[in-house]
């Protein structure tokens, strides 16, 4: 089993940047696929951000592109979700989740992700 922490969400203004991190500890070698998810109130749980542990090839949702970006410090055991442009639309709950074990699917394949973190909350006000 994976263990992730996730720190750095807050308030925001629309426009303004955030920087979300997430520590993994635990197995970590059983996975080589880390993301981030997000739920606003009364919405489905999604994916938004994926990275390759092992060559750090990304993914992005469509809302998010071009905005956001996902990077890793494996030295560090930390993945991080740099937010800029914020938008009052990307108010919510943020998670970290790692997939295990290995598997050769593209790390966007965001329902095989089952280790998840406690979720951190982004809020952005325009």
């Known amino acids: 089993q994976v263990q992730l922490v996730e720190s750095g969400g807050g308030s925001a203004q629309a426009g303004e940047s955030l920087r979300l991190s997430c520590t993994t500890s635990g197995y970590t070698y059983s996975t080589n696929c880390l993301a981030w998810f997000r739920q606003a109130p009364g919405k489905e749980r999604e994916g938004i951000a994926a990275i390759y542990t092992d060559n750090s090839v990304t993914y992005y949702a469509d809302s998010v592109k071009g905005r956001f970006t996902i990077s890793r410090d494996n030295a560090k055991n930390t993945v991080y979700l740099q937010m800029g442009s914020l938008k009052p639309e990307d108010t919510a709950m943020y998670y970290c989740?790692?997939?295990?074990?290995?598997?050769?699917?593209?790390?966007?394949?965001?329902?095989?992700?089952?280790?998840w973190g406690q979720g951190t909350q982004v809020t952005v006000s325009s």
């Open positions: 989740a790692a997939r295990t074990p290995k598997t050769p699917f593209r790390c966007d394949s965001y329902s095989m992700y089952n280790s």
